[in-house]
């Protein structure tokens, strides 16, 4: 996979549309994750792959994914294609005109409201992060948040509802969620990973 490049320049006044190819490298350097981004306004659909080696705290995997938001940023659609060893599976988010989440995974379909989520967070991506620091301003203003989200693990396949909590200053952005205990988030002038402490960062 070729090396991404940032969507506006450090410093500049960030883009309502654009089009990137976006890297990220595993902290231990056991994965890899690369996604197609598409912005237009608080819009976004991403296209990306994450690849994972085996680890102590996971086997290697592989997953696809295609996510879509509405016009405000909210989630609309998360489908994921993971490969293990032990076979392909399938996985699917949706969120209706009721703020009603349907998730359907090998256990079952579940329907719910997950908290009053309005986002999905895919484990181990640090893609997901844009949408509540875009939607919440925090990558052009300090700020403190509470998220709810539908959480799906990788590469267990399994969604809960979770919190994730977001504190933003003027230098970087702390994060604590379900894999993380107060990790520190930097992100481009479009509100998009440059890095995260212990997780990934971009190349």
Same mark, same amino acid.
């Given at each position: 996979?070729s ?14 549309d654009f ?5 990220w490298?595993?902290?231990n ?17 991403a296209y ?5 080696a /085996?680890? #102590?705290?996971h086997? !290697?995997? %592989?997953?696809?994914?295609?996510? =879509? ?7 609309r &659609?998360l ?6 060893a ?7 988010i ?13 256990q079952g379909?579940e329907?719910g409201?997950f908290g009053? /989520?309005? #986002?999905?967070?895919? !484990?181990? %991506?640090?893609?997901?992060?844009a =949408? ?5 301003n925090l990558? &052009?203003?300090?700020?403190e948040v509470?998220v ?5 693990y990788?590469?267990?396949?399994t969604?809960t ?5 977001y504190?933003a200053t003027?230098?970087?952005i702390?994060v604590v969620?379900?894999v ?18 212990g997780?990934a960062d971009?190349?």
């Amino acid at each position: 996979m070729s090396s991404s490049q940032d969507p506006q320049p450090r410093g500049s006044v960030p883009a309502d549309d654009f089009k990137s190819v976006l890297t990220w490298r595993g902290a231990n350097k056991t994965r890899l994750e690369q996604a197609r981004v598409q912005v237009s306004g608080n819009r976004i659909k991403a296209y990306g792959q994450i690849i994972g080696a /085996a680890t #102590d705290e996971h086997e !290697a995997f %592989s997953a696809t994914y295609d996510l =879509l938001t509405n016009d405000a940023g909210i989630t609309r &659609r998360l489908a994921v294609h993971l490969i293990r060893a032990s076979g392909e599976t399938q996985i699917s988010i949706t969120r209706d005109g009721e703020n009603t989440w349907l998730v359907q995974t090998p256990q079952g379909m579940e329907r719910g409201a997950f908290g009053g /989520a309005e #986002d999905v967070d895919l !484990a181990l %991506s640090p893609l997901f992060n844009a =949408l509540p620091i875009r939607r919440h301003n925090l990558h &052009r203003e300090p700020g403190e948040v509470e998220v709810p989200v539908v959480y799906l693990y990788l590469p267990e396949a399994t969604v809960t509802a979770a919190t994730v909590h977001y504190t933003a200053t003027a230098d970087a952005i702390t994060v604590v969620s379900p894999v993380s205990d107060g990790a520190t988030i930097t992100v481009d002038p479009t509100g998009f990973v440059q890095d995260y402490s212990g997780l990934a960062d971009r190349v």
